[in-house]
């Protein structure tokens, strides 16, 4: 039997112990982050862009086309993707406006898909899902830790 991968398992423990927002702002329990109105639409441009790459990492892997998910998860998620925006002025950059925490998440984000990408070329099904596990437990984490509105 092979070892659990130590981030999904620390995902699901961290998002264990979190209660689930409910509806109303006002009783929302998660973080407040304020970020400028610039910085705000990088992220949610960049987020658009995650939940596509999502969505083809889950398609290649259903035709078998795993070296091909392992792929879309380096560049597009992976390690080699992080600090894309130090080239924009420091009022559009998400990053300026995080705390250290959720900074660290973000980077978990990026560790989680270039693991995922490793695994995947095994080509082992399992070890694949559980490795992409480990991404969608990022967004997961972050998702019911912050807002930013
Ligand atoms: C480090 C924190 C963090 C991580 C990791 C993260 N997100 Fe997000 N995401 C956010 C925040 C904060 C928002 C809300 C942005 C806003 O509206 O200001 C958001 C919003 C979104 C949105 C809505 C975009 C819109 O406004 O239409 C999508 C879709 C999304 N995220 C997908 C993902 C996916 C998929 C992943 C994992 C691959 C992911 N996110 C990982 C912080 C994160």
Redesign the pocket.
Same mark, same amino acid.
């Given at each position: 039997m092979k070892p659990l991968p130590v981030l999904p398992v620390l995902f699901a423990m961290f998002c264990a112990v979190l209660p689930a927002p409910t509806l109303a702002a006002d009783a929302d329990p998660r973080q407040f982050?304020e =970020?400028a109105p610039e910085a705000?639409?990088t $992220?949610? #441009?960049? =987020? $658009?862009d995650?939940?596509l790459?999502?969505h083809q990492i889950i398609g290649a892997l259903a035709e078998g086309k795993y070296a091909a998910a392992a792929d879309i998860a380096e560049k597009e998620?992976g390690i080699g993707a992080m600090g894309k925006h130090r080239q924009l002025p420091a009022n559009a950059r998400?990053g300026m406006f =995080?705390t250290d925490e =959720?900074?660290a $998440?973000?980077?978990? /984000?990026h560790v989680a898909?270039s693991d995922f990408a490793k695994l995947a070329r095994t080509g082992d099904p399992a070890t694949a899902l559980t490795a992409l596990q480990g991404?969608?437990g990022? !967004?997961? #984490? !972050?998702?019911r /830790?912050?807002?930013?509105?």
């Open positions: 982050v =970020m705000r639409a $992220l949610r #441009a960049e =987020m $658009l995650n939940q790459a999502l998620l998400p =995080m =959720m900074h $998440l973000g980077r978990a /984000s898909a991404i969608t990022a !967004c997961v #984490a !972050c998702h /830790s912050y807002r930013t509105q």
